[in-house]
């Protein structure tokens, strides 16, 4: 049984990355120092390089298509660079049409402009060696045969670990959301500089950095649903990825000027309940951001009943005190958040439990409705936008 620590590094995908790297390139210098051909090592490590450049996270029939198209790009960049090479003028007129033909690819999407770049790499490498061998197709064969090699070993490591990457997005969205929670929390702070404008901008960063990730965990998700049939860690990461978009949406509404309540709550505890109880939930996302990194089912804290019976207390002491009713309404609703936060986190497990007893049907529903923000385009990076905190209304 591995230590917490172990299985953190054994499970993060950037260890595995870095040791996929290390694999790579002690192969690309062991073979052709076994062969006696040491000039081998410099298009072989050169193929690697261009290789996890252009690698691309996605499901298995994805990558086996992006492989066939990065391989037909490869070569084509790099024998065009060999054949042309010995005459400069129709050299830089290939070199100039492919250049302009690989930007257009790009044009297609992330996927394409992606295998573009790698492919001008390859032209680049082809031209740094072009001098290495007198055949003009084996300099290309050599750098193909780096680019397998990566390629190799990156399937190995999808079909070990197909979701590892889903995975590793989705624990950094629930990072991001802790900080995002604790900066929000800061905010009722009754002890901050009345004039001070740096909370604002800091939340305002961080629900940058945590929109983004988002988004990145929902491509994530979609290339994985459109090929899946309802695999149990899918399920897992989507009830995942919908209960992080849910707090996020929860907690970056607006409801309360917040230097109004620091100025009227300075000396009640009232506000320092709502900071302790947001710094809560912050450390609630950070331990689930632990438990999916090290795939531990994640328990909520008990504390949080106790939490919010008091919270209650003080908010009905706080309207029976005679305070205007607008601000005791925005703090109601703030509360009614809260809980709608706990009570997301609190069943996030159960809900993993209880799903494979609802079948494909519900699975396929949650793919529609997944779908359905994609085809929207950014409006949930918009709708975050609109949020973001201002001096005016937060």
Not at 79 to 94: K, Q, R
Not at 232 to 261: C, M, P
Not at 372 to 391: D, F, Q
Request: proline share 4%; charged share 20%.
């Amino acid at each position: 049984m591995l230590s917490p620590l172990l299985r953190r590094y054994t499970w993060n995908s950037a260890w595995l990355y870095n040791a996929r790297i290390f694999i790579a390139l002690c192969g690309t210098t062991a073979v052709p120092w076994w062969l006696g051909e040491v000039k081998l090592t410099i298009p072989l490590t050169l193929g690697v390089v261009a290789a996890a450049l252009t690698d691309l996270d996605d499901r298995l029939t994805g990558r086996l298509r992006n492989l066939a198209i990065t391989l037909v790009c490869f070569f084509i960049a790099s024998a065009s660079v060999e054949l042309l090479f010995p005459w400069p003028w129709l050299f830089a007129l290939g070199l100039t049409l492919s250049t302009t033909g690989f930007i257009l690819l790009g044009g297609l999407g992330q996927r394409y402009a992606t295998i573009a770049f790698g492919a001008l790499l390859i032209a680049i490498y082809t031209m740094l060696g072009v001098t290495l061998y007198d055949r003009w197709y084996l300099q290309p064969l050599f750098l193909l045969t780096g680019a397998v090699w990566y390629n190799l070993l990156t399937l190995a490591g999808h079909i070990i670990f197909p979701i590892r990457p889903l995975q590793d997005n989705l624990a950094r969205s629930y990072e991001l959301l802790a900080r995002y929670l604790d900066l929000k929390s800061r905010m009722f702070d009754p002890d901050i500089e009345d004039e001070s404008q740096a909370p604002l901008y800091d939340l305002a960063i961080a629900n940058g950095q945590l929109v983004a990730t988002l988004n990145q965990t929902k491509t994530s998700l979609l290339t994985r649903l459109r090929g899946d049939r309802g695999q149990r860690g899918t399920r897992r990461t989507l009830q995942y990825y919908f209960v992080a978009q849910d707090i996020h949406e929860r907690a970056s509404s607006s409801h309360i000027q917040y230097q109004t309540l620091r100025d009227r709550f300075r000396y009640s505890d009232i506000m320092f309940r709502f900071q302790r109880m947001l710094s809560m939930q912050a450390q609630a996302c950070q331990k689930l951001s632990r438990a999916i990194l090290l795939r531990e089912p994640y328990q909520h804290d008990a504390h949080f009943e106790r939490a919010f019976m008091h919270l209650d207390a003080a908010l009905d002491r706080v309207r029976a005190s005679g305070e205007p009713l607008e601000q005791v309404k925005a703090l109601g609703f703030l509360l009614n958040n809260l809980r709608a936060i706990d009570a997301q986190l609190a069943t996030i497990e159960s809900a993993q439990v209880a799903a494979p007893a609802h079948g494909t049907t519900e699975i396929y529903s949650q793919k529609t409705v997944l779908a359905a923000s994609a085809i929207s385009g950014c409006a949930y990076a918009v709708t975050c936008h609109r949020n973001r905190p201002s001096s005016a209304t937060r």
